[in-house]
């Protein structure tokens, strides 16, 4: 299976997937114990079966009863565009209004004048979700480049990494 996405650097890659099992019970509660926190509700997450799918790139997916809904970047497991949506986040979260929308699901970065609310414990070098205003849907997963408390004014706050309709959503939809 292959699958394009854009790497960290913001370069479009096919990435293979070498190989894919079911993660034991301990690699399994590693992985659940990272992304709970994100979560309100996390019961839904504690009884899935968590498979790794390992790429020949820097992302390895999980994907959680058969849903690619967590990826590992840089050694951090940390939801998909698509695990936002299904699994509902409350933490690592930036709200940005409907004027950017359109610049992010088409791979801009994000920059503080679209942003509206960001969570105060996001620190620089986090993963985080990027969310629309009207209805909280995810749009984006981007590295910030600054904490959530400095994210007003000018410049760019969060590096996008992966978004809505990106090769990497498209081939795993």
């Known amino acids: 299976m292959r699958v394009a996405y ?7 890659l096919n990435m293979k997937i070498k190989s894919k099992h079911h ?4 690699d399994a509660r590693k992985i659940i114990a990272a992304i709970e926190p994100l979560l309100g509700d996390p019961s839904a997450l504690r009884k899935a079966s968590l498979e790794l799918a ?3 790139e820097e992302i390895d997916l999980i994907f959680v009863d058969g849903r690619p809904l967590i990826m ?3 050694d951090r497991p940390f939801l ?3 695990g936002a949506i299904e699994l509902n986040p409350q933490k690592k979260l930036v709200i940005v209004d409907s004027g950017a929308v359109r610049f992010i ?9 679209g942003i509206v609310s960001a969570d105060p414990e996001i620190e620089a070098g986090d993963l985080v979700i990027v969310a629309e ?4 849907k995810p749009l984006a997963v981007g590295k910030a480049l600054i904490p959530g408390k400095d994210m007003h004014g000018e410049g760019k706050a969060i590096k996008s990494l992966h978004h809505v309709g ?8």
Do not use: C, F, Q
Not at 105 to 113: K, L, Q, S
């Open 166 to 173: 990106d090769p990497i959503w498209e081939g795993l939809e």
């Open 72 to 74: 590992v970047m840089e």
């Open 54 to 56: 390992e790429t020949d």
């Open 80 to 82: 998909t565009v698509l």
């Open 133 to 136: 205003e009207r209805h909280k």
């Open 105 to 113: 699901v088409n791979g801009a970065d994000v920059m503080n004048p």
């Open 6 to 12: 854009l790497n960290l650097s913001g370069y479009l």
């Open 23 to 26: 993660l034991k019970g301990s």
